[in-house]
């Protein structure tokens, strides 16, 4: 099996930058193997190894080499399959990308825990319906869309940046959605389900998690302050570069503002409608992110 298991799962204590974590291929296994028969996957509930709620190695589709692992469910409401990849990082940015089929007429869904026990903590959730569409779902509120073709592989990757609390989604290098994430990255749990309307069927082939050097780069900080903080509908923003974007979001990751700012050296009055709570004020500019907590009290 393919594996650079360097998961805190399996008792690693610091991370490289531009090292790979983990890598599976399913080469390794052979076609009807069960994928918890490697340490780092486990099914949702202890006692199902080896039963329906564990998913098989198939020879029928791969993205390369000749296996990847079959996702399916008995009826469209989801189960019995129901396996999780352990990944137990809390710290840190990362890189995990999967390449997924789905037949036509077929629908998927994954989502991702933040503990490495399954059910302690939900993430966020992704369903592939069979229309072609995606959505991502966190705190019930819908924080990323896309589409993605049938019948053919295509890539799904996840920059997550745990030191800025951002997660940005992409389908075959098209950015799908960024949203505010400050939990752990637990893993991910791959359950037989799909849309809710039509039967969950899908492969998945060449997993990686790894946190490349260019990354370094793009979640560099920004350098800026703002005030009040408390505010009640306005804030003073100044610092560098000079041309930003100016987002603001809500504590389950959704937006709920935006603005192009063109003079924050000198200084950029911005202003809102929002309701009181916690909210994240992220600066974006030439590839570098930085964000700060944002509190309204009116």
């Given at each position: 099996?393919?594996?650079?298991?360097?998961?805190?799962?399996?008792?690693?204590?610091?991370?490289?930058?531009?090292?790979?974590?983990?890598?599976?291929?399913?080469?390794?296994?052979?076609?009807?193997?069960?994928?918890?028969?490697?340490?780092?996957?486990?099914?949702?509930?202890?006692?199902?190894?080896?039963?329906?709620?564990?998913?098989?190695?198939?020879?029928?589709?791969?993205?390369?080499?000749?296996?990847?692992?079959?996702?399916?469910?008995?009826?469209?409401?989801?189960?019995?399959?129901?396996?999780?990849?352990?990944?137990?990082?809390?710290?840190?940015?990362?890189?995990?990308?999967?390449?997924?089929?789905?037949?036509?007429?077929?629908?998927?869904?994954?989502?991702?825990?933040?503990?490495?026990?399954?059910?302690?903590?939900?993430?966020?959730?992704?369903?592939?319906?069979?229309?072609?569409?995606?959505?991502?779902?966190?705190?019930?509120?819908?924080?990323?869309?896309?589409s993605f073709p049938l019948d053919t592989w295509f890539q799904v990757s996840?920059?997550?940046?745990?030191?800025?609390?951002?997660?940005?989604?992409?389908?075959?290098?098209?950015?799908?959605?960024?949203?505010?994430?400050?939990?752990?990255?637990?893993?991910?749990?791959?359950?037989?389900?799909?849309?809710?309307?039509?039967?969950?069927?899908?492969?998945?082939?060449?997993?990686m998690v790894a946190a490349p050097t260019e990354i370094t780069e793009v979640?560099?900080?920004?350098?800026?302050?703002?005030?009040?903080?408390?505010?009640?509908?306005?804030?003073?923003?100044?610092?560098?570069?000079?041309?930003?974007?100016?987002?603001?979001h809500a504590l389950n990751g959704q937006l709920v503002y935006q603005q192009?700012?063109?003079?924050?050296?000198?200084?950029?009055?911005?202003?809102?409608?929002?309701?009181?709570?916690?909210?994240?004020?992220?600066?974006?500019?030439?590839?570098?992110?930085?964000?700060?907590?944002?509190?309204?009290?009116?």
């Amino acid at each position: 099996m393919k594996h650079f298991l360097l998961f805190a799962a399996l008792g690693l204590s610091s991370l490289a930058i531009s090292q790979t974590l983990y890598e599976e291929n399913f080469e390794s296994f052979s076609a009807g193997d069960y994928v918890s028969d490697s340490p780092v996957w486990i099914t949702w509930t202890n006692g199902q190894e080896g039963s329906t709620g564990d998913a098989q190695i198939s020879d029928e589709q791969a993205h390369s080499g000749m296996n990847s692992v079959h996702i399916y469910a008995a009826t469209a409401e989801g189960g019995p399959m129901d396996v999780v990849l352990l990944a137990g990082l809390d710290e840190g940015v990362y890189d995990a990308s999967m390449w997924m089929y789905i037949p036509d007429g077929s629908s998927a869904y994954y989502n991702v825990q933040e503990d490495q026990s399954p059910g302690v903590g939900w993430a966020f959730e992704a369903t592939f319906a069979f229309s072609g569409d995606m959505q991502v779902v966190m705190d019930g509120a819908v924080v990323a869309t896309g589409s993605f073709p049938l019948d053919t592989w295509f890539q799904v990757s996840h920059l997550i940046d745990m030191d800025n609390d951002v997660v940005t989604l992409s389908i075959d290098g098209t950015e799908a959605g960024s949203w505010m994430f400050d939990s752990p990255f637990g893993g991910v749990n791959f359950f037989g389900m799909g849309d809710g309307t039509t039967v969950g069927n899908y492969f998945v082939d060449d997993i990686m998690v790894a946190a490349p050097t260019e990354i370094t780069e793009v979640v560099s900080e920004i350098d800026f302050s703002f005030g009040p903080n408390p505010a009640s509908a306005f804030i003073n923003l100044q610092g560098q570069p000079n041309e930003a974007v100016i987002r603001i979001h809500a504590l389950n990751g959704q937006l709920v503002y935006q603005q192009q700012v063109n003079n924050m050296n000198r200084g950029e009055f911005i202003e809102f409608n929002l309701n009181n709570g916690i909210y994240f004020l992220e600066v974006t500019a030439d590839g570098k992110r930085s964000t700060q907590r944002l509190v309204v009290s009116q």
